[in-house]
C-alpha cells in the first residue's frame, strides 16, 4: 500500500495539499557516533502532555516536557487539528510516543542511551512560532548531552 | 515537523524524521526523513506490535549514519487497512429517540467507557479537567446559544470524543476504527451535535470560534454530513 497523495481518497488528499509547507536552505546533516553509543531523545509533534499540563492552543509553537519515566497513562493529546486518527494512540501510546521501543533498543545495545527528558509539540504550529523554542530546546537537550533526536509526527 | 529537523540540525542535535506525507516532506526537505506510508495518527504503523514498531523505530535511528542530506529512506514495511468482518452493532441503540439528551447519551456509555479503561489500563480522557457530564452540559448550552471559549469547547469536545471512542472500542463486534468513527459522527447525539454547532461557531464574531468552526470540529473526512438532516442533538 503506497499512500502517495495521488493514491489517498480525494477528500483526505486535498486537505493534505492546502497544507501551505515552508521551505528552507537545505541544512547538512550532521555526522557523529555510531548509534551504539548515541543518547537519543523523542520529540513528537502530537500535542502530547501529561494530564494537567497546559493544552496546546492554535499557534502554539511552544513545547510540553515529558520525563522518561512518565506512564502512558498520564499522557493525554490536545493537537488542535482532527484530521488523524487518535484511536491508535487511545489503543497504544507507543504507537505515537514510542518511549518503551527506545527502552527495548538501549537494553538490547542497539542505542547507547536515552535522554531523561522527552519533548512534544503540536504539529500544527506556524513555524516562525516554534523556531525560538526549538533553538532554546537545542540547548537543553545539549545539556543532557542527547545526540540524536528522533522526531515523530502524527 | 520537517522545520524542526532544520531548527534542531542547525544547532547543533543531528535529527532523523519519520514522514507521513511524502510531498510534504520533499518541500521541506529537513535533513533526513523516513517515510512511512502508515495512516495519519499512526507513526510507528501498528498499535500493540512492538517488534514492528522497533523495526520502524531501528530503520529511522539507522539513518542517523547518513549525510548525505536532504535524504529521504523508503521505508519498506506497510500496514493492510484493518479489514471489518464483523460489522459494528451498538448494544445500546445510541442515537435513537428513546435517549432524550447527549448528557444522557454520555451516562449511558459510561459502563462501557469504564470497561475501556479495565481492558486498557489507562485513558486519554482528560485534556478539559471536566467531568464528561459537565462536558456535555457546555456543549448543550452551547447549542442552545452560549458559546463558551473556543478552547474550553475545543478541550471538552476532544475529552467527550475520547471518551466515546474509548467506550466504543469494547462494544461487543466493535470492528475496526472506521466503524467506530462511522457511528461516532453518523449514529450518536454527541456526532449530530458537532454538526450543529459548526454553523453556529463559523458565524460567530469571535475569530477563535470561526477558526474552531471552520477548520478544528468537523474532519475533513466527515464534512459531507454537514447541511444534511441528522439525528437532532
Known amino acids: ?154 | 515537523m520537517g522545520a524542526l529537523g532544520h531548527f534542531l540540525e542547525r544547532q547543533g542535535i543531528p535529527t532523523i524524521g519519520i514522514s507521513l506525507v511524502r510531498e510534504h516532506t520533499e518541500v521541506v526537505r529537513p535533513p533526513r526523513a523516513l517515510w512511512v506510508t502508515f495512516e495519519l495518527g499512526r507513526p510507528l504503523g501498528r498499535p500493540d506490535d512492538p517488534p514492528f514498531q522497533r523495526r520502524v523505530m531501528k530503520t529511522a535511528l539507522e539513518a542517523l549514519a547518513r549525510t548525505d542530506s536532504p535524504l529521504i529512506v523508503d521505508y519498506p514495511e506497510h500496514v493492510d487497512e484493518e479489514a471489518d468482518l464483523t460489522g459494528m452493532s451498538c448494544p445500546i441503540q445510541l442515537g435513537t429517540p428513546e435517549i432524550s439528551s447527549l448528557v444522557a447519551e454520555i451516562d449511558q456509555l459510561a459502563t462501557w467507557y469504564d470497561r475501556a479503561i479495565a481492558a486498557q489500563g489507562r485513558t486519554t480522557v482528560g485534556v478539559s479537567g471536566l467531568t464528561m457530564e459537565e462536558a456535555g452540559k457546555l456543549i448543550s448550552n452551547a447549542l442552545a446559544g452560549e458559546l463558551p471559549p473556543a478552547q474550553t469547547l475545543k478541550e471538552a469536545i476532544d475529552d467527550l470524543k475520547a471518551y466515546y471512542l474509548e467506550a466504543s472500542s469494547v462494544f461487543p463486534g466493535a470492528g475496526p476504527a472506521k466503524a467506530r468513527k462511522d457511528w461516532l459522527w453518523g449514529e450518536t447525539k454527541f456526532g449530530a451535535a458537532m454538526l450543529a454547532l459548526q454553523p453556529k461557531l463559523a458565524a460567530s464574531d469571535d475569530a477563535q470560534h470561526k477558526i474552531l468552526g471552520n477548520l478544528t470540529l468537523i474532519p475533513a473526512t466527515e464534512r459531507f454530513r454537514l447541511g444534511k438532516p441528522h439525528a437532532t442533538a
Request: proline share 8%.
Open chain 1, 1 to 154: 500500500m503506497v499512500r502517495r497523495l495521488s493514491e489517498m481518497p480525494e477528500v483526505e488528499a486535498n486537505h493534505l495539499r492546502k497544507i501551505e509547507c515552508p521551505r528552507y536552505d537545505d541544512t547538512p546533516a550532521l555526522s557523529g557516533k555510531p548509534l551504539i553509543e548515541r543518547r537519543v531523545v523523542i520529540i513528537s509533534t502530537a500535542g502530547l502532555h501529561r494530564r494537567g499540563d497546559r493544552a496546546f492552543r492554535p499557534g502554539d509553537g511552544s513545547y510540553r516536557v515529558i520525563p522518561a519515566e512518565t506512564p502512558a497513562s498520564e499522557l493525554v493529546m490536545s493537537h488542535i487539528s482532527v484530521n488523524f486518527d487518535r484511536t491508535g494512540f487511545q489503543q497504544d501510546a507507543n504507537l505515537v510516543f514510542p518511549i518503551d521501543r527506545l527502552r527495548e533498543l538501549v537494553a538490547d545495545g542497539t542505542v547507547g542511551s536515552m535522554a531523561t527528558v522527552h519533548y512534544s509539540f503540536m504539529g500544527a504550529f506556524p513555524p516562525a512560532a516554534a523556531e525560538p523554542h526549538a533553538e532554546h530546546l537545542a540547548g537543553l537537550l545539549k545539556a543532557d548531552k542527547v545526540d540524536a533526536a528522533l522526531l515523530v509526527p502524527v
